[in-house]
Each structure stands twice: as structure tokens, then as C-alpha cells.
């Protein structure tokens, strides 16, 4: 059974930074693409970032240049740096594996971000 936990949250000023972990279990880790996704009130879920097996990166024009994806396959372990925090960020941010567009597992429950101004 694959399971996800997210961690890392919290409440930041603009400006500020936070790194969140995702721990992933049930999965062939490290031959996965791993991604960041998040979700605002009222807004759909959006990708945010991904990194591949190979450690290829992508980001969502948004974050470019502020979130850095990164992965620990011995840990089984994804994190997200995010720094120059804006409160658009402001959402709650979730990890999945992925395969194209199909994230593979059940999504977890994510950790809040929230940026105040």
C-alpha cells in the first residue's frame, strides 16, 4: 500500500522560507518521478514541481527561480525548498508519484502553507 506523508508546513511571512518533506512508502522510489502539487481555497490542484528518477527538474513558471525539488532515494524522501515566499503561495501542498499526467497514488493529506503579507 503506497503512502505518502507530507510535513513541513506552517505559517511564514513574505519573504520567508520553509522546506518541506514528503515520505513516501509502498513505491519503487527511486524509478519514480516524484512531484509537488498544491491546492488554494477554492482553486484547483496545480503541479508545482517534479523531479525524475534521473533527477531531472521542472517547475511551474510561478515558482521558478523561488522552489528548488530535491530527492533522497535512500530515504525515500522528497522536499521542496521554498524561498522568497509570496502569499499566492498560500495553499496546501501535497506529493504524489507520477507518470505523465497520472499521479499513482491516493493523495495524502498534505501540509499548509500559509504566507502572510
Known amino acids: 500500500q503506497v503512502q505518502l506523508v507530507e510535513s513541513g508546513g506552517g505559517l511564514v511571512q513574505a519573504g520567508g522560507s520553509l522546506r518541506l518533506a514528503c515520505a513516501a512508502s509502498?513505491?519503487?522510489?527511486?524509478?519514480?518521478?516524484m512531484a509537488w502539487y498544491r491546492q488554494a481555497p477554492g482553486k484547483q490542484r496545480e503541479l508545482v514541481a517534479s523531479?525524475?528518477?534521473?533527477?531531472?527538474?521542472n517547475y511551474a513558471d510561478s515558482v521558478k527561480g523561488r522552489f528548488t525539488i530535491s530527492r533522497d532515494n535512500a530515504k525515500k524522501t522528497v522536499y521542496l525548498q521554498m524561498n522568497s515566499l509570496k502569499p499566492e503561495d498560500t495553499a496546501v501542498y501535497y506529493c504524489n508519484a507520477v507518470r505523465g499526467t497520472l499521479a499513482l497514488a491516493s493523495w495524502g493529506q498534505g501540509t499548509q502553507v500559509t504566507v502572510s503579507s
Open positions: 523531479i525524475t528518477s534521473l533527477k531531472r527538474e
Open positions: 509502498g513505491i519503487s522510489f527511486s524509478v519514480e518521478t
